[in-house]
């Protein structure tokens, strides 16, 4: 039995650090980082095989953050994970740091892909999972697509790619909070349906909400039980997820709060304010 | 007469035979690229993405971060030009072990005109950092620099040809990576060449030599990192130079060599190559003629420096 009690606690600690490093930043982008958290709290501290003390150990799952701007979220769950220590995200951002605007492969412990360009890291995920088929290695590829991000028609081009070549080993999460940086996704650029889309590409589809722990795991069980083609986990979230000035803004996309706001946030979190699933 | 797109299909043969972990992506040109004979003999190792060049080097990056050295192939203006981004942010960035190997460079591209004539790509790859850009001048040398590409862990460009061409070099020809090679000394004028034009530059010097003009030839082969040493030796020696490409004037060999002359050795310097202008339709050797890519070009242009000297 998983303890999602314990899991929510650890969301929690994630949401903090991705707004104490934001605000420490004066940028970044929480939005979009805080509808992903139980995702990746899920995935780092249940699903994948990680090891930490050996962030390049070459059996580990892989993970692709296609979104790249939703970097803190990233952050703050490999520091939690213990791959750094959460010191280092007050250095987010900053001249130096390992901790770059959008996630680097080359400077950061636990990062498996550089991304940040929109579209391209679910191709760069479809050459990981081909590249453990041909070798015939048993780790498995996991990537967080932006439902705003599917606007790249570089997605669809992978969508395809990866449903062609029949990679199972790809399960990849559609983070669907509904807003991009101009607004509604509807309104800026209609990109739903997204499960038909992905459905009339070859792929299986799932769909579920994406702060409740219990479907996050159910749906990442039935995604290693499918052989023949990738899985896509639909995960209808809320853009700014736990911290309440901030829920389905979307000027909160890309922009830091200030340092009372913070106070406030992080008063509001500790208060228990995320539902975090059932 | 063989072109280098040739060499390029023949050596990923050999390639595969030799290193299990060498993989070869195409999109839907594996005819023309020449990849389809690695996808024959080695079906495995071999993904056709469909016309989808983005994915194309994205995906390239990916399997390299898997562990792959992978040969990614297309035409020279949709692998550079269409899908710069992902060269620059899946590839470059990361110095992943992704050789982009593209066909169709140049005017010489012939009769599908402009949209088709790549004459832009090697200063769009010249300028990412990690990428080292090498343009082989006849089918032995392209055959040797796809072996050193692959031996050589990192990004590469490695920009072919469509049509056949002379073979200048024979089997004991050695391409040594970042070396330019001296293939006629001068002292009056150097002409500095890349790819399909040091056969061009040949005959001019050989023109040139007939009216008294001590004319050298040099094959850059390696656009980038570019043999500043060589370079400027042979600058020192004769005084004036000429650059020639099958490639716009901006950006490609003529500006290497003028920022490694102007920073080094100034010397009065004509850049032979595509004006600042689209192609166009036509058969190869009309084109070249029609752009000023011919002996006769050069030849002015070896006439006009010198007396800049």
């Given at each position: 039995m998983?303890?999602?009690?314990?899991?929510?606690?650890t969301?929690?600690?994630?949401?903090?650090?991705?707004?104490?490093?934001t605000?420490?930043a004066?940028?970044?982008h929480?939005g979009?980082?805080?509808?992903?958290?139980?995702?990746?709290?899920?995935l780092?501290f249940?699903?994948?095989?990680?090891?930490?003390?050996?962030?390049?150990?070459?059996?580990?799952?892989r993970?692709?953050l296609?979104?790249g701007h939703?970097a803190?979220?990233l952050?703050a769950?490999?520091?939690?994970?213990?791959?750094?220590?959460?010191?280092l995200?007050?250095t987010l951002?900053?001249?130096?740091?390992?901790?770059?605007?959008?996630p680097?492969?080359?400077?950061?412990?636990?990062?498996?892909?550089s991304t940040?360009?929109?579209g391209q890291?679910?191709?760069?995920?479809?050459g990981l999972?081909?590249?453990?088929r041909l070798?015939?290695k048993?780790w498995?590829?996991?990537?967080v697509?932006?439902?705003?991000e599917s606007?790249?028609?570089?997605?669809w081009?992978?969508?395809m790619?990866?449903a062609?070549?029949g990679?199972?080993?790809?399960?990849?999460?559609?983070?669907?909070n509904?807003?991009?940086?101009d607004?509604?996704?509807?309104l800026v650029?209609?990109?739903?349906?997204?499960d038909a889309?992905w459905?009339a590409?070859?792929?299986?589809?799932?769909?579920?909400?994406g702060?409740?722990f219990g479907?996050?795991?159910?749906?990442?069980?039935?995604?290693?039980?499918?052989?023949?083609?990738p899985t896509v986990?639909?995960a209808?979230?809320?853009?700014?997820?736990?911290?309440?000035f901030?829920?389905?803004?979307?000027?909160?996309?890309g922009?830091?709060?200030s340092?009372?706001?913070?106070?406030?946030?992080l008063?509001?979190?500790?208060?228990?304010?995320v539902?975090g699933?059932a | 007469?063989?072109a280098t797109r040739?060499a390029y299909?023949e050596?990923?043969?050999?390639?595969?035979r030799?290193?299990?972990?060498?993989?070869?992506?195409?999109?839907?040109?594996?005819?023309?690229?020449?990849t389809?004979?690695f996808?024959?003999a080695f079906?495995d190792?071999?993904f056709?993405?469909?016309?989808?060049e983005?994915n194309?080097m994205?995906?390239?990056?990916?399997?390299a971060?898997?562990g792959?050295?992978?040969?990614?192939?297309?035409?020279?203006?949709?692998a550079?030009?269409r899908?710069?981004?992902?060269?620059?942010?899946?590839i470059?960035?990361?110095?992943?072990?992704v050789?982009?190997?593209?066909?169709?460079?140049?005017?010489?591209?012939?009769?599908?005109?402009?949209?088709h004539?790549?004459?832009e790509?090697?200063?769009?790859?010249?300028?990412?950092?990690?990428?080292?850009?090498?343009?082989p001048?006849?089918a032995t040398?392209a055959?040797?620099a796809?072996?050193a590409?692959?031996?050589q862990?990192?990004?590469?460009y490695?920009?072919?040809?469509?049509?056949?061409?002379?073979?200048?070099?024979g089997?004991e020809?050695r391409?040594?990576?970042?070396?330019?090679?001296?293939l006629?000394?001068?002292?009056?004028v150097?002409?500095?060449?890349t790819g399909?034009?040091?056969a061009?530059?040949?005959e001019?010097?050989?023109i040139?030599?007939?009216e008294g003009i001590?004319?050298?030839?040099?094959n850059v082969s390696?656009?980038?990192p570019?043999?500043?040493?060589?370079?400027?030796?042979?600058?020192k020696?004769?005084?004036?130079a000429?650059?020639?490409?099958?490639?716009?004037?901006?950006?490609?060999?003529?500006?290497?060599?003028?920022?490694?002359?102007?920073?080094?050795?100034p010397?009065?310097?004509?850049?032979?190559?595509?004006r600042?202008?689209?192609?166009?339709?036509?058969?190869?050797?009309?084109?070249?003629?029609?752009?000023?890519?011919?002996?006769d070009?050069?030849?002015?242009?070896?006439r006009e420096?010198?007396?800049?000297?």
């Amino acid at each position: 039995m998983r303890d999602t009690r314990k899991l929510q606690q650890t969301a929690r600690e994630i949401r903090k650090s991705i707004l104490i490093a934001t605000t420490e930043a004066g940028s970044g982008h929480p939005g979009g980082s805080l509808s992903s958290v139980e995702i990746l709290t899920a995935l780092y501290f249940d699903i994948m095989r990680v090891d930490p003390d050996n962030p390049r150990w070459d059996g580990r799952d892989r993970f692709v953050l296609s979104k790249g701007h939703a970097a803190p979220v990233l952050y703050a769950t490999l520091a939690e994970r213990g791959f750094f220590s959460k010191d280092l995200l007050l250095t987010l951002r900053r001249l130096g740091s390992p901790l770059q605007g959008h996630p680097d492969m080359n400077r950061t412990p636990g990062v498996d892909a550089s991304t940040g360009s929109l579209g391209q890291g679910l191709s760069f995920a479809c050459g990981l999972a081909l590249g453990a088929r041909l070798d015939g290695k048993g780790w498995r590829v996991y990537a967080v697509v932006g439902d705003g991000e599917s606007e790249e028609g570089q997605i669809w081009e992978a969508a395809m790619f990866a449903a062609h070549y029949g990679l199972s080993n790809l399960t990849v999460f559609h983070d669907w909070n509904g807003l991009q940086i101009d607004g509604p996704c509807e309104l800026v650029m209609n990109p739903y349906p997204l499960d038909a889309k992905w459905s009339a590409f070859g792929w299986n589809v799932l769909v579920i909400d994406g702060h409740d722990f219990g479907q996050v795991f159910e749906a990442a069980d039935k995604a290693r039980a499918c052989t023949d083609k990738p899985t896509v986990i639909i995960a209808r979230t809320v853009k700014g997820k736990g911290v309440s000035f901030m829920e389905n803004q979307a000027q909160w996309h890309g922009k830091a709060a200030s340092k009372e706001q913070l106070v406030e946030a992080l008063a509001g979190i500790e208060k228990g304010g995320v539902s975090g699933g059932a | 007469m063989k072109a280098t797109r040739q060499a390029y299909g023949e050596t990923l043969v050999e390639l595969g035979r030799e290193n299990p972990d060498v993989v070869v992506l195409d999109a839907d040109l594996s005819a023309s690229t020449m990849t389809r004979m690695f996808g024959k003999a080695f079906p495995d190792r071999f993904f056709n993405v469909g016309i989808a060049e983005q994915n194309l080097m994205s995906v390239a990056g990916g399997l390299a971060a898997a562990g792959k050295t992978v040969f990614a192939s297309t035409f020279a203006i949709f692998a550079t030009g269409r899908a710069f981004d992902q060269v620059r942010v899946s590839i470059a960035h990361n110095r992943l072990d992704v050789k982009i190997a593209a066909t169709h460079s140049g005017l010489t591209v012939g009769e599908d005109g402009a949209s088709h004539q790549a004459l832009e790509d090697i200063a769009l790859m010249r300028v990412l950092p990690n990428m080292t850009v090498v343009v082989p001048a006849d089918a032995t040398e392209a055959a040797q620099a796809v072996r050193a590409a692959a031996a050589q862990p990192g990004p590469f460009y490695i920009r072919l040809g469509r049509p056949p061409v002379p073979m200048l070099f024979g089997p004991e020809y050695r391409f040594v990576l970042g070396r330019a090679t001296v293939l006629r000394q001068g002292t009056g004028v150097v002409v500095f060449a890349t790819g399909h034009m040091v056969a061009v530059a040949l005959e001019a010097a050989g023109i040139l030599w007939g009216e008294g003009i001590s004319a050298g030839v040099v094959n850059v082969s390696t656009i980038k990192p570019l043999d500043v040493e060589t370079i400027v030796a042979a600058a020192k020696r004769c005084g004036a130079a000429v650059t020639v490409e099958e490639h716009s004037i901006i950006g490609g060999l003529g500006s290497a060599v003028a920022e490694a002359l102007c920073e080094n050795f100034p010397v009065p310097l004509v850049r032979v190559g595509v004006r600042d202008v689209f192609g166009e339709s036509g058969k190869p050797a009309e084109l070249l003629k029609a752009y000023g890519l011919s002996a006769d070009g050069v030849v002015n242009a070896c006439r006009e420096v010198t007396k800049r000297k």
